[in-house]
């Protein structure tokens, strides 16, 4: 069954940036999951407002979502964007749900 992995990042202002991953590990997803399928959806969207972005990915099943979570490369990128947004005073929340 597929899985969902949805982020959504709340800003406080729109003077604050939502960070991304860089070209390089969005380079990593497209080769190691997108292009072999194992991610078979990406949607990003804006709240009207402005202050919350929402981003989901769909995985073939738990198994390629787990592998996502739990990918060196992935973290890496994770954890520099955690602290930087967390610096920025944006809240961060994530949902894994069947989709």
């Known amino acids: ?9 709340v800003r406080p202002n ?5 960070e991304t991953f860089s070209t390089s590990v969005n380079n990593y997803i497209t080769t190691n999951y997108i292009n072999t399928g194992k991610q078979t959806k990406s949607t ?19 198994t390629v979502c787990n592998e996502f979570e739990a990918d060196s490369t992935i973290s890496e990128a994770n954890n520099s964007l955690k602290i930087s947004q967390q610096n920025n005073g944006i809240a961060l929340s994530k949902s894994i749900v069947e989709d």
């Open 1 to 9: 069954m597929a899985v969902k992995r949805v982020i959504t990042k």
């Open 14 to 18: 729109t003077e604050v940036d939502f």
């Open 44 to 62: 990003v969207s804006l709240s009207e407002d402005g202050l919350t972005r929402t981003a989901e990915r769909t995985f073939t099943n738990s």
